[in-house]
């Protein structure tokens, strides 16, 4: 009979109590295993704590809310994943009396614990999770399509108020250094400009398509959609929000999205009313989508049956609309994943008239 840990590593996201109840259930009714949760990822085998994890047993009537619940009932750390302590955190793993460990994790946690493994000789599974989307090699990541349908809600709404006032709203998107979230989300929002950092923009270039909606088809308001990892261009001293020269590359000290709207307002003579808006946690909040419960079911179900075959120092993944296993060590290699600047959801974009920058 194995015991087996769980833990969820790096920023939340809807979609990890799904893996959690999954691996759970499966361990639990197929193989008659133990499931411990390490609370705070690696603080809870620095700390040595293992809470015990039944099937059925989350609510006195009997009621799963793991299933509709964000967050994640572990608790989770995003800065605290380092080696510093790591003779620590795997003399942890033996004290805890763990045959294996499921860690759900985005590519920077993913990097850490594999390494630990790595020098522990621990039998580890991953499971990737990130609004962000950038994990390579898999199509899909837990709470990524969550965060999505929670930016498009947001577009719908800023919509309305835009078109009401002849406004431009940018909004400004999580995403780090990745612009799969903008991307999505400003496509399946009707945004009239996706700013993403993966393909070079110019302020003349988006000025003169905000122009043109204007003054040829007779659209007073528009919706900007700024990934917060774009950088500024060099050439645009002239803003608000204090543009520095500093190691000779630019720093701002405003977000993106104030920035683009500093833009904004300057080429357009003052003659265009911005407001921003910055959705900031928001994005990592709410009640996991059908799509990610989906994933994170068969996702958590996968990483289980690796275990039982003792296939370890694999991530579960999803490739070509299949559930398939990838080594840690290639993931790793390849992250973060950006968006493809030549990819059939640019040419969609630019095809109905959206600005996804360049000219
Ligand atoms: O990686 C997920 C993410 O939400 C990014 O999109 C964002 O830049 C970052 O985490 C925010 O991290 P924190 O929760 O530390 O503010």
Redesign the pocket.
């Known amino acids: 009979k194995k015991r087996i840990g769980i833990l969820t590593s ?2 939340d ?1 809807p979609g990890l109590n799904c893996v959690i109840r999954a691996v759970v259930s499966h361990a639990t009714l197929t193989y008659d295993w133990e499931v411990v949760g390490i609370p705070y990822a690696t603080q809870g085998l620095l700390e040595r704590q293992a809470i015990a994890l039944s099937v059925h047993g989350w609510d006195l009537r009997g009621i799963d809310p793991l299933l509709n619940m964000g967050g994640t009932i572990l608790g989770t750390i ?2 605290g994943d380092t080696l510093a302590r790591a003779s620590e955190m795997i003399a942890g793993y033996a004290e805890l009396k763990l045959d294996a460990l499921i860690a759900i994790g ?1 590519d920077g946690s993913m990097n850490i614990i594999h390494q630990l493994a790595t020098l522990g000789n621990w039998n580890l599974i991953t499971i990737p999770k ?3 989307n950038d994990v390579a090699l898999t199509e899909r990541a837990i709470g990524f399509d969550t965060a999505v349908n929670t930016i498009v809600d947001a577009l719908n709404r800023l919509t309305f108020t835009a078109a009401s006032h002849d406004r431009v709203m940018i909004v400004e998107v ?3 250094t990745a612009g799969h ?1 903008a991307l999505h989300s400003g496509i399946a929002g009707g945004a009239d400009v996706i700013l993403i950092p993966e393909v070079t923009y110019t302020i003349p270039g988006l000025c003169q398509h905000l122009d043109e909606l204007r003054n040829t088809w007779r659209r007073k308001f528009a919706i900007v959609v700024v990934a ?1 990892g774009i950088s500024p261009c060099v050439a645009d001293f002239g803003n608000s929000c204090g543009l520095e020269l500093n190691n000779k590359s630019p720093s701002l000290k405003c977000g993106m999205g104030q920035y683009i709207a500093d833009q904004i307002t300057q080429c357009t003579n003052h003659e265009v009313d911005t407001r921003v808006s910055v959705l900031g ?1 928001i ?2 909040g709410g009640i996991p989508s059908a799509l990610d419960r989906l994933t994170a079911t068969v996702f958590g179900k996968a990483a289980v049956d690796l275990i039982a075959q003792e296939k370890y120092d694999q991530m579960v993944a999803w490739q070509n609309g299949q559930v398939v296993s990838v080594p840690i060590a290639d993931v790793v290699a390849k992250s973060p994943s950006p968006v493809d600047p030549g990819s059939y959801l640019i040419h969609s974009a630019r095809a109905l008239g959206t600005y996804v920058g360049e000219w």
């Open positions: 790096g920023g996201c995003n800065k985005g990130t609004i962000d999580m995403g780090r979230l917060e946690h994005q990592r």
